[in-house]
């Protein structure tokens, strides 16, 4: 497993399956795990290390409303941690500035609102400075982008 993905609720599950999509894309092994920081932090803490030892390279972590799951499970490892901040609240902008507003020295990369699919696309390009396999699909898969958007574009468009 080089991902974990958690996040604190089973109403995320719908939200958080578009990183899991991302990573199985580029062929990326993964766990996921719903955990609280507020309601089990000692599990919590427990899975991270747990993760750790099994080898696991990136964390991609789902939080809505105070948002502070990314931010307790980066002040646990030195491993990336990728925020997803879920939309619950006041669209998604309460999580959203909980999560990108880490203090110095304990930071965590963020996606937008909803975005769990660009948080699990990011993990693979981080994936990629290590496993040239995975960047060589990323690579392939960016041209094929390029060439699919060129291909419908290409005679103009209809307004």
Do not use: W
């Not at 089990?40 to 290390?49: A, C, G, H, Q, S």
């Not at 080898?55 to 972590?61: D, Q």
């Not at 909980?98 to 769990?116: E, L």
């Amino acid at each position: 497993m080089k991902v974990a993905i958690f996040f604190g609720s089973k109403s995320d599950t719908d939200v958080m399956k578009g990183a899991a999509n991302a990573l199985k894309e580029y062929g990326v092994s993964y766990k996921a795990f719903i955990l609280s920081a507020h309601r089990v932090p000692e599990k919590l803490v427990e899975t991270i290390k747990k993760i750790e030892s099994e080898g696991c390279e990136v964390i991609i972590a789902g939080a809505g409303l105070a948002a502070h799951l990314p931010g307790v499970i980066a002040s646990q490892t030195t491993l990336p941690v990728i925020g997803v901040p879920v939309r619950a609240a006041l669209d998604g902008m309460d999580a959203l500035l909980s999560i990108v507003q880490m203090p110095k020295s304990i930071p965590v990369a963020t996606v937008g609102i909803n975005n769990s699919y660009n948080a699990g696309l990011l993990a693979v390009q981080m994936l990629s400075l290590k496993y040239p396999d995975i960047k060589e699909k990323l690579v392939e898969a960016r041209l094929k982008m390029k060439e699919k958007f060129i291909s419908e574009n290409r005679e103009g468009v209809e307004l």
